[in-house]
């Protein structure tokens, strides 16, 4: 054997090296693509994701504000609510009365009202026959009766131009 020989063989197991080299270079970046591909799904479904949760924080954000607001709202109307007493005006009759300061005039609120969290002034409306208050309540159209029942010395007599006898 000689060297030429030698060297053309040497010379074509180069070049095939070098074609199986460039053969798994493109099986290479072929597979790499293809990773590349699987990286960028990924990618994109993790982004997606992400927006997911931030819609989800922010969902849950605003439900805890809304919370707090409801919180402060009820905590407010606590404290209004625990301005007034209760009050028994006799003949087992009770209405809340404001417990007073410098600025706001006497005045009570409806009981129904108030046990459901609302303060509504009650309005008075009439004095009966036995000095009994009548109050109404515009929020809830509760009457509320108050006092009580004080015996008249004269009956009540209902007064009329009739004459049952009909005498001339």
Known sequence: M?????????????????????????????????KVVELQSAILAAQASAMDQHSLTR???????????KYAELESSIAQLEKYDLKNYGGETFAYEFKGDEKTPPHKICPTCHSNGKKSIIQFKSTNYQNRKFYICNNCNSEIILGLAVENDRPFVAKTDYDIFDRP
């Open 59 to 69: 969902a849950l954000m605003d439900e805890i504000d809304s919370v707090k607001k």
């Open 2 to 34: 000689d060297i030429a020989t030698i060297t053309a063989g040497l010379g074509s197991l180069k070049t095939a090296f070098e074609l199986t080299s460039a053969i798994s270079n493109l099986r290479d970046e072929t597979l790499i693509k293809g």
